[in-house]
């Protein structure tokens, strides 16, 4: 049945009562490529695309208000996609960046419960956590299915995985909401991915305005450091090896991305394939033996140091980098990267600008990227 006559069925059967707010969402193709938003009133119909094949719809939701969820509609709409009655009022969130989602969008207390909670960087989420008001349901590949239907969930908020399920949670007629956020190429695309869960918590004007801001925001950055001409732009590499390859992020990556917007010139520009390409140690030692900057990442308890880089492998020691201290690393494990990435990237971007040109954002405090430690 055709989306203009499933929306005319919606009007048949709205309430007499006056929505206090419409379910209305602007257009979500600037930013977001496996998003797609449109409808209104009582039915907003939403199309996540396949993140391993965009061209291909991967699941198709009815977010019906709850007021006008009459059986024959759900059913109408159930045979071309999934029905959600929102606002949803109790979620189980398998993600730390959704959950941290959720918190900023203020309806941290429709999160009823999460999955791999030891994950959870979010403070308010882990204080809910400890004191009982949020529920652990243990491994996201293996959830308690259990006590999940004993806390009359309204639906699954999880990320999808390619040629992976959701095993047995998938049996038990609750709605699971496949947020591809993650896989999205440019940060402000992660971002785009709020609507879609302000919309699920009946908070669709506040993540229009939360969007709004950081979209403007980044925006503005990146028109600052825009300004430095190309041949101040100075070269970098980013990461490092794991196991036997190294594998460099595409030049059109979300990291890619951010250090382009900060005015830097990333080594690997070339690199344009889907996510990243694995190299050996040898080639990216020739090609970036010589940059200014070098950007990672770790997840540890205490700080990274040069000592521990050249023990983890000894010609790390050769790029210039490192023996001109320029290297920049995120502790994963002590910030909140990983959520702001999707929420805040505006906030990322500030920090590689500071560093890349500290003369642009005088008054910025880094949050994520500091110097590795001696």
């Given at each position: 049945?055709?989306?203009?006559?499933?929306?005319?069925?919606?009007?048949?059967c709205?309430?007499?009562?006056?929505?206090e707010?419409?379910?209305f969402?602007?257009d979500?193709?600037?930013?977001?490529?496996?998003l797609?938003?449109?409808?209104?009133g009582?039915?907003?119909?939403?199309?996540?695309?396949?993140?391993?094949?965009?061209?291909?719809?991967?699941?198709?939701?009815?977010?019906?208000?709850?007021?006008?969820?009459?059986?024959?509609l759900?059913?109408?709409?159930?045979?071309?996609?999934v029905?959600?009655?929102?606002?949803?009022?109790?979620?189980?969130?398998?993600t730390?960046?959704?959950?941290?989602?959720?918190?900023?969008?203020?309806v941290?207390?429709?999160?009823?419960?999460?999955?791999?909670?030891?994950?959870?960087?979010?403070?308010?989420i882990?204080?809910?956590?400890?004191?009982?008001?949020?529920?652990?349901?243990?491994?996201?590949?293996?959830?308690n299915?259990?006590?999940i239907?004993?806390?009359?969930?309204?639906?699954?908020?999880?990320?999808?995985f390619?040629?992976?399920?959701?095993?047995?949670?998938?049996?038990?007629?609750?709605?699971?909401?496949?947020a591809?956020?993650?896989m999205e190429?440019?940060p402000?695309?992660?971002?785009?991915?709020?609507r879609?869960?302000?919309?699920?918590?009946?908070?669709g004007?506040?993540?229009?305005?939360?969007?709004?801001?950081?979209?403007?925001?980044?925006?503005?950055?990146?028109?600052?450091a825009a300004?430095?001409p190309?041949?101040?732009?100075?070269?970098?590499?980013?990461?490092?090896?794991?196991?036997?390859a190294?594998?460099?992020?595409?030049?059109?990556?979300?990291?890619?991305?951010?250090?382009?917007?900060?005015?830097?010139?990333?080594?690997?520009s070339?690199?344009?394939?889907?996510?990243?390409?694995?190299?050996?140690?040898?080639?990216?030692?020739?090609?970036?033996?010589?940059?200014?900057?070098?950007?990672?990442?770790?997840?540890?308890e205490?700080?990274?140091?040069?000592?521990?880089?050249?023990?983890?492998?000894?010609?790390?020691?050769?790029?210039?980098?490192?023996?001109?201290?320029?290297?920049y690393?995120?502790?994963?494990?002590?910030?909140t990267?990983?959520?702001?990435?999707?929420?805040?990237?505006?906030?990322?971007l500030?920090?590689?600008?500071?560093?890349?040109?500290?003369?642009?954002?005088?008054?910025?405090?880094?949050?994520?990227?500091f110097?590795?430690?001696?």
């Amino acid at each position: 049945m055709a989306a203009a006559v499933l929306l005319s069925a919606a009007v048949s059967c709205k309430s007499s009562q006056k929505p206090e707010k419409e379910l209305f969402v602007r257009d979500t193709a600037s930013y977001a490529a496996g998003l797609d938003i449109s409808g209104g009133g009582d039915v907003v119909k939403v199309q996540v695309r396949d993140p391993w094949d965009t061209l291909v719809v991967r699941r198709t939701y009815w977010l019906v208000r709850r007021e006008a969820a009459s059986d024959s509609l759900c059913s109408r709409l159930g045979a071309t996609g999934v029905v959600v009655k929102v606002p949803v009022e109790r979620a189980v969130v398998y993600t730390s960046v959704h959950a941290a989602m959720a918190e900023q969008l203020g309806v941290v207390e429709k999160v009823r419960g999460v999955c791999e909670s030891q994950y959870m960087t979010s403070q308010v989420i882990r204080q809910r956590i400890a004191d009982g008001l949020i529920s652990d349901y243990g491994s996201s590949t293996t959830p308690n299915v259990e006590k999940i239907i004993e806390d009359r969930t309204d639906v699954i908020i999880a990320s999808p995985f390619e040629n992976s399920s959701y095993g047995a949670a998938e049996k038990l007629g609750i709605p699971i909401v496949e947020a591809a956020d993650y896989m999205e190429r440019h940060p402000l695309g992660r971002t785009t991915w709020v609507r879609f869960l302000g919309l699920l918590f009946g908070v669709g004007d506040r993540a229009e305005e939360m969007l709004a801001q950081v979209v403007s925001n980044y925006n503005g950055l990146k028109a600052l450091a825009a300004s430095v001409p190309v041949q101040e732009r100075p070269t970098v590499m980013l990461e490092r090896k794991y196991g036997q390859a190294w594998f460099v992020p595409s030049q059109s990556s979300y990291i890619g991305t951010f250090h382009k917007d900060a005015a830097a010139r990333y080594i690997f520009s070339d690199v344009d394939d889907t996510d990243s390409r694995p190299m050996q140690f040898e080639e990216v030692l020739k090609r970036a033996e010589n940059a200014q900057f070098w950007f990672l990442k770790y997840t540890a308890e205490r700080p990274m140091t040069y000592d521990d880089l050249k023990q983890e492998y000894a010609p790390y020691a050769n790029f210039a980098p490192f023996k001109n201290r320029r290297i920049y690393a995120c502790n994963t494990l002590e910030s909140t990267y990983y959520d702001d990435i999707t929420l805040r990237p505006d906030r990322i971007l500030a920090d590689f600008i500071k560093i890349y040109h500290p003369s642009l954002l005088p008054d910025h405090q880094p949050v994520y990227y500091f110097p590795l430690s001696e």
